[in-house]
């Protein structure tokens, strides 16, 4: 079963790398531009994981995860950040959910580190696509 990955991010270049980084895994990328198309996207075929940027135009990522962790029917779906934003109201709000923030100053080593704990989470019946 091939697991999917939501990658939520409004610059297209940083989609594109991450779609590159993962083509070689089983991992199926698919993106949304922000936070509210996210949420439509997941309503209708919620994927295995998400990688939300902080900074994005309608919904930030912290909203959207705060949406997502509120819906009984996407709470359990694993839930990361990669920002290149040093906020610390984002810092804060990772420290107090238990959500891993991965950072794009250092993309290619955050990214593999990414993939390695994707690896470790098993596929659910709710999450796995064949």
Do not use: W
């Not at 697991?3 to 949304?32: G, M, N, R, T």
């Not at 930030?60 to 359990?76: F, M, V, Y």
């Amino acid at each position: 079963m091939r697991k999917k990955l939501l990658v939520v991010d409004d610059d297209p270049l940083f989609i594109d790398f991450v779609k590159e980084v993962f083509a070689a895994e089983e991992i199926d990328v698919i993106s949304s531009p922000d936070g509210r198309a996210a949420l439509s996207l997941i309503k209708n075929a919620p994927p295995s994981f998400i990688l939300s940027d902080f900074e994005m135009p309608e919904m930030n990522g912290i909203k959207l995860h705060t949406a997502l962790s509120e819906d009984h029917a996407t709470r359990d779906i694993p839930f990361f950040f990669m920002t290149g934003s040093s906020d610390p109201d984002l810092t804060l709000y990772a420290e107090q959910r238990g959500v891993e923030v991965f950072y794009k100053t250092d993309i290619v080593r955050e990214l593999l580190r990414l993939l390695e704990k994707l690896k470790e989470i098993p596929p659910t019946s709710s999450t796995a696509f064949s």
